[in-house]
């Protein structure tokens, strides 16, 4: 597809258990973005990568949190434990370089129960 | 640390008219980008303007309009001639001039448009 795409778009977790949410970026994007949205909030900043290159992980919010983008193009968002603050929309977005605009995805829900 | 307010949380307008969505923002660079995102129920942001602080002029994306006052640090966005489809979740966010492009954004502003 031309866009970036996530799946799934919606999930749902008990409590405790981890989670995988995956996104597509748009082909030869060098930039992508992991971004967390309460309900009610803004998008609040996660993780930054170059390619395979994780360069700011400052926004994650606990050690439970992890990313990776092993080949430069894929990217998965994993939370380990889940836990019911970690409910957000989670949006990934892609540009092709550092200066240029990033396309976002249409996010994934993540409801724990 | 740089951040963006939005004291609107919601706004409402006729078909047709005009809205004003208003955003403040701090930071202490000199050179730096701000845009308008739209959300509509979708969850897609979609960019609707951007604005380079460099530049002085306002910049336009047909309906859409910035006033973008760097003193001020205020950065509104004007809808001229409002249509249905306009209605949805309006972020504004600052980008971070160097090293990652991350942006930073606002609460949102949910506009409304009546028919």
């Known amino acids: 597809g031309a866009g970036v795409s996530q799946s799934p778009r919606y999930k749902v977790a008990k409590r405790g258990q981890d989670v995988a949410l995956r996104c597509d970026p748009i082909?030869?994007?060098?930039?992508l973005f992991w971004y967390q949205q309460a309900l009610g909030q803004g998008p609040e900043f996660l993780t930054y990568f170059q390619n395979e290159a994780q360069l700011d992980k400052s926004g994650l919010p606990s050690d439970r949190f992890f990313a990776e983008r092993p080949e430069g193009s894929v990217s998965t968002l994993k939370i380990q434990r889940t836990q019911q603050e970690d409910s957000a929309v989670y949006l990934c977005?892609?540009?092709?370089?550092?200066?240029?605009?990033?396309?976002f995805g249409q996010g994934t829900r993540l409801t724990v129960v | 640390a740089q951040t963006v307010t939005q004291s609107q949380p919601e706004m409402s307008v006729q078909e047709a008219e005009t809205v004003t969505l208003s955003c403040t923002y701090d930071t202490s660079e000199s050179d730096y980008y701000l845009f308008w995102y739209k959300q509509p129920p979708s969850r897609q942001m979609i960019l609707v303007i951007r604005q380079e602080a460099y530049k002085q002029q306002n910049a336009t994306e047909n309906r859409f309009s910035v006033n973008f006052q760097k003193a001020a640090k205020s950065f509104s966005l004007k809808i001229s001639d409002s249509q249905l489809g306009d209605a949805a979740m309006y972020f504004c966010a600052y980008r971070v001039p160097y090293n990652t492009d991350k942006l930073i954004f606002g609460t949102g502003t949910r506009l409304q448009v009546f028919p």
């Open positions: 977005a892609s540009s092709t370089q550092t200066g240029t605009e990033a396309f």
């Open positions: 082909s030869g994007h060098v930039s």
